[in-house]
């Protein structure tokens, strides 16, 4: 069975700076790899997937993510955040025909 | 049409009642997901119906009753709730169960409050 190991459930940054969220995965098999993002009161989206190819995914709101197969990492990661990226940030991981969500990380940026 | 539909957005019942949540998609996807999600948690899976067929049940307790009546359409029906089911309850679906490129695509939920 898979499982997903978010490392911070709570990040607080100001405006402008830099953002990574850890994310480690645990499946034995080809995996598709995922953040969504649910802003406050909001539904799930899709930040961005990792499927194949460049291990290096660019996906909308300038974020971006890592997968490190040897570290069975996917990090997110965004040069200099907004008040608007406030939110609670799932990892997951696609295996066997089920999604498995990291526990999430909320972050909150200060004006 | 790359959205998911989710009916009511909200919804308030007493113990004894019996209500449903629709979920819709015209995506052409052959497998539909219910997901229960509390306040501050990750979406925890509930059922998965794979080209109509019931084919993943986590332990749900019989008082949530799922139906796939067609490809487009999943439906959860909801009979004597306790408190403790009060949550937002999320639909999802994908190409299909086992695709490689399983990326499910969510609804915006249906808040549900058990008085």
């Known amino acids: 069975a898979q499982s997903v190991s978010q490392h911070n459930h709570h990040v607080i940054l100001s405006e402008a700076a830099s953002l990574e969220l850890g994310c480690n995965y645990s499946y034995g098999g080809t995996v598709n790899l995922f953040w969504y993002v649910q802003y406050p009161g909001q539904h799930l989206q899709l930040l961005l997937k990792?499927?194949?190819?460049?291990?290096l995914v660019k996906g909308i709101k300038g974020f971006e993510a890592e997968f490190i197969k040897s570290k069975f990492s996917f990090n997110l990661r965004k040069p200099s955040v907004q008040w608007s990226d406030t939110a609670e940030y799932f990892c997951?991981?696609?295996?066997?025909?089920?999604?498995?969500f990291g526990k999430g990380t909320m972050l909150l940026v200060s004006p | 049409d790359t959205e998911v539909t989710q009916t009511p957005k909200h919804l308030v019942m007493g113990m004894t009642n019996k209500k449903s949540l629709k979920c819709e998609q015209h995506m052409g996807h052959r497998a539909m997901y219910w997901y229960k999600q509390k306040a501050k948690k990750p979406p925890e899976l509930m059922f998965v119906y794979s080209y109509e067929k019931l084919s993943i049940n986590e332990s749900v307790p019989s008082r949530f009753s799922p139906e796939c009546p067609n490809s487009s359409l999943l439906n959860l029906h909801l009979h004597a709730l306790q408190p403790e089911d009060s949550a937002l309850y999320l639909c999802?679906?994908?190409?299909?169960?086992?695709?490689?490129?399983?990326?499910?695509?969510f609804g915006p939920g249906t808040r549900l409050t058990v008085l």
């Open positions: 997951a991981v696609a295996g066997y025909s089920t999604l498995t």
């Open positions: 990792y499927f194949s190819g460049d291990p």
């Open positions: 999802a679906s994908s190409h299909s169960k086992r695709d490689l490129y399983n990326e499910q695509f």
